[in-house]
């Protein structure tokens, strides 16, 4: 039997394996094993033998689904995350999953709110994003970094507002918020400070007011899961932030006298 023909055969056996043999404690050797058989077709395909359509996208984004649905059979599948990034950087050129991806794991998150391990990989996908664009690889027409970004952030303020005390959403957006800093200051570094700075002035004064919110309807007595805590935590982490193009002139640094930045003393008192 030539290897393509096995290879076909197991990998239709592992996409139609049972619940159980994906949940069980073998879990990590079931992906190191997938990992095994996509390098060997790869290996394959480098000395001349035909693998017809298996590395293609299409497949690619087939074993994404396997992975999504392994994600759904276990809570903070690190394994199932992480074979994911795996294989979506296996393409010469990966922003062509980039994009499918950035959807699947948009609507993911808007249904697994304490998912830590599916906000890490959004988070990576982001970073594979960015240097997609710095290489290149992405038309002039596609929607700006700091856009994509922006975007999670009120995505974020949606989710954190329907669904408080949700720490992996507040840890989420601090990654969105980093990034969001150092692709900015990065701007600043290539000779367009001023607008950099202004965006990056509107990203903290947004933030700002974000927090805000979350005091004041806290404020009002409503129990909220600790968001109040949540949101005086995230302050806190804001303002020890030092990216180089400086944000304490803003509304952010003129909150150090305010509810927000008192809750944050109480912590640290």
């Known amino acids: 039997m030539s290897f393509c023909v096995r290879f076909r055969k197991v990998v239709r056996r592992l996409h139609t394996g049972s619940t159980s043999s994906l949940t069980n404690k073998f879990l990590p050797c079931l992906f ?86 599916g906000m890490h990989h959004r988070y990576c996908v982001m970073l594979c994003v960015k240097d997609a664009l710095c290489d290149g690889m992405h038309s002039a027409g596609d929607v700006s970094f700091v856009e994509r970004l922006t975007a999670d952030l009120d995505k974020l303020s949606l989710l954190i507002r329907s669904f408080p005390g949700h720490q992996a959403l507040w840890y989420y957006r601090r990654a969105v918020v980093h990034l969001l800093a150092v692709h900015l200051t990065s701007i600043a570094a290539d000779g367009d400070s001023a607008d950099a700075r202004l965006k990056h002035t509107t990203v ?38 030092t990216w180089k193009i400086g944000y304490r002139g803003t509304c952010l640094g003129e909150m150090a006298t305010g509810t927000a930045d008192a809750t944050v003393h109480q912590e640290t008192s």
């Open 204 to 241: 903290m004064k947004n933030e700002a007011v974000f927090i805000e919110s979350i005091q004041e309807h806290s404020s009002e007595g409503i129990e909220q899961f600790g968001q109040s805590d949540l949101a005086s935590k995230y302050h806190k982490w804001l303002l020890s932030r």
């Open 32 to 117: 190191m094993f997938r990992r095994w058989l996509i390098c060997n077709a790869m290996q394959s395909q480098t000395n001349g033998s035909k693998v017809a359509g298996l590395l293609s996208v299409d497949f690619l984004k087939q074993e994404q689904r396997v992975c999504q649905w392994c994600a759904e059979l276990a809570r903070q599948n690190y394994q199932a995350w992480n074979h994911r990034l795996w294989v979506m950087k296996q393409l010469d050129d990966p922003s062509r999953l980039l994009e499918v991806d950035l959807a699947d794991t948009g609507v993911w998150l808007e249904s697994h709110v304490s998912d830590y391990s």
